[in-house]
Nanobody, 119 residues
Framework: QVQLVESGGGLVQPGGSLSLSCVAS????????MSWYRQAPGKQRELVAT???????NYDEFAKGRFLISRDNAKNTVYLQMNSLKPEDTAVYYC?????????????WGQGTQVTVSS
């Protein structure tokens, strides 16, 4: 059974930092592409960053220079370090796993963790 469990969200002041974690189980983590998405109230879910099984990372424009995605295959965990946070970064942040099992491409989501940036 695939599980993705996010943690690390909370309330932070503008300019502050947060580190999110997503612990995965039920699949071969090292072979999966892992992503962070976010969804603000009244808005569509949007991609924040992706890290491939080989460790290559891509970021949406708003995240470049402020956010850092990383992974620890020994711990089955993907991280999102967020710096210089702004009120517009307030959203529920979701972890997503994409991998291939036999002939199928599969996608799974975590339950999300709330990040609130406010003074």
């Amino acid at each position: 059974q695939v599980q993705l469990v996010e943690s690390g969200g909370g309330l932070v002041q503008p300019g502050g930092s947060l580190s999110l974690s997503c612990v995965a189980s039920g699949f071969t983590f090292s072979s999966a592409a892992m992503s962070w998405y976010r969804q603000a109230p009244g808005k569509q879910r949007e991609l924040v960053a992706t890290i491939t099984s080989g460790g290559g990372a891509n970021y949406d424009e708003f995240a470049k220079g402020r956010f850092l995605i990383s992974r620890d295959n020994a711990k089955n965990t993907v991280y999102l370090q967020m710096n210089s946070l702004k009120p517009e970064d307030t959203a529920v942040y979701y972890c997503k796993a994409q991998f291939r099992r036999f002939t199928r491409n599969l996608t799974y989501w975590g339950q999300g963790t709330q990040v609130t940036v406010s003074s």
